[in-house]
């Protein structure tokens, strides 16, 4: 594990200026790594999917209990080192390590077996696009563990009624049921950021039953949230081409016309995608 004094020696070592724009703030205390890993729930049958390893903390302590640990590094200064890093400090599971270096975002396919579990420490400004991406492109992840702002996790785990779903909650719960699971302080990183951040767990579960695609249903939630104070006929006026049709639609998938985006379940989003004139 790194310590402190690790982190930073590794940083200037590198000449590192973490910078904001890339979220670059590194775990410095391992007690936190092992939480994280252990809230997880990863074990040696598990292919680990790790985005922004950033100096390695989170990978070697994945490294210590998964089978496997693929990660995702963007930054090419922090991706030259890390395999040195784990060679280092984790000579006996090296082999079992795999560096891609790239964005997550624009990731299309990763070397060897299909991952099963992504867990990482995730920049706010990309958290949720990267989680969404990831669970879509690789099916076989079946659970994970991901470290997002606080207010990101209170978006990603709220449910229908909550003043903080929206989008990000709708569209995860596509794909998986969301839960938080704990909360991390700001002295943990260096350098320390000025929020909290959160645990998020996901476990992927069966979408919703549906004839829409998921590309129509997410058409819709972005409908239906991206003029949130507005009546559901109102908001969705667009993709039907207007409110009228759009409350026939509505009535046909069993939604009140005159409720709001934040009061559906996925599964209504899905109901409502169905009534959409096709091509």
């Given at each position: 594990?790194?310590?402190?004094?690790?982190?930073?020696?590794?940083?200037?070592?590198?000449?590192?200026?973490?910078?904001?724009?890339?979220?670059?703030?590194?775990?410095?205390?391992?007690?936190?790594?092992?939480?994280?890993?252990?809230?997880?729930?990863?074990?040696?049958?598990?292919?680990?999917?790790?985005?922004?390893?950033?100096?390695?903390?989170?990978?070697?302590?994945?490294?210590?209990?998964?089978?496997?640990?693929?990660?995702?590094?963007?930054?090419?200064?922090?991706?030259?080192?890390?395999?040195?890093?784990?060679?280092?400090?984790?000579?006996?599971?090296?082999?079992?390590?795999?560096?891609?270096?790239?964005?997550?975002?624009?990731?299309?396919?990763?070397?060897?077996?299909?991952?099963?579990?992504?867990?990482?420490?995730?920049p706010y400004n990309v958290s949720v696009p990267v989680i969404l991406h990831l669970l879509a492109l690789f099916?076989?992840?079946?659970?994970?563990?991901?470290?997002?702002?606080?207010?990101?996790?209170?978006?990603?785990?709220?449910?229908?009624?909550?003043?903080?779903?929206?989008?990000?909650?709708?569209?995860?719960?596509?794909?998986?049921?969301?839960?938080?699971?704990?909360?991390?302080?700001?002295?943990?990183?260096?350098?320390?950021?000025?929020?909290?951040?959160?645990?998020?767990?996901?476990?992927?579960?069966?979408?919703?039953?549906?004839?829409?695609?998921?590309?129509?249903?997410?058409?819709?939630?972005?409908?239906?949230?991206?003029?949130?104070?507005?009546?559901?006929?109102?908001?969705?006026?667009?993709?039907?081409?207007s409110s009228a049709a759009a409350s026939q639609a509505l009535v046909a998938a069993g939604i009140d016309p005159?409720?709001?985006?934040?009061?559906?379940?996925?599964?209504?989003?899905?109901?409502?995608?169905?009534?959409?004139?096709?091509?």
């Open positions: 594990m790194l310590d402190p004094s690790t982190v930073r020696a590794l940083a200037a070592e590198l000449e590192l200026r973490p910078t904001k724009t890339r979220g670059q703030n590194f775990v410095t205390d391992a007690n936190t790594v092992r939480r994280i890993v252990a809230l997880a729930g990863l074990g040696p049958d598990d292919r680990v999917v790790e985005v922004g390893p950033g100096l390695g903390s989170l990978t070697l302590g994945l490294l210590e209990v998964a089978g496997s640990v693929t990660a995702i590094e963007i930054d090419e200064l922090l991706a030259g080192r890390l395999p040195r890093t784990v060679a280092e400090r984790a000579p006996g599971q090296a082999d079992r390590f795999t560096l891609v270096v790239g964005d997550a975002l624009a990731v299309t396919e990763l070397p060897g077996a299909p991952a099963t579990a992504l867990v990482a420490n995730l099916p076989s992840i079946e659970h994970g563990l991901v470290m997002v702002q606080s207010e990101v996790a209170d978006r990603l785990v709220a449910g229908p009624g909550s003043r903080t779903y929206g989008v990000p909650s709708a569209k995860v719960a596509w794909y998986a049921e969301a839960t938080r699971v704990g909360n991390v302080p700001p002295t943990v990183f260096w350098p320390v950021p000025n929020v909290d951040s959160g645990l998020v767990r996901i476990t992927r579960r069966p979408a919703p039953p549906t004839t829409a695609t998921r590309e129509q249903v997410f058409a819709v939630i972005d409908a239906a949230f991206g003029q949130r104070r507005k009546m559901l006929r109102s908001a969705l006026a667009g993709v039907f081409g005159t409720s709001r985006g934040e009061t559906l379940t996925v599964a209504d989003f899905a109901a409502i995608a169905e009534q959409v004139p096709r091509d």
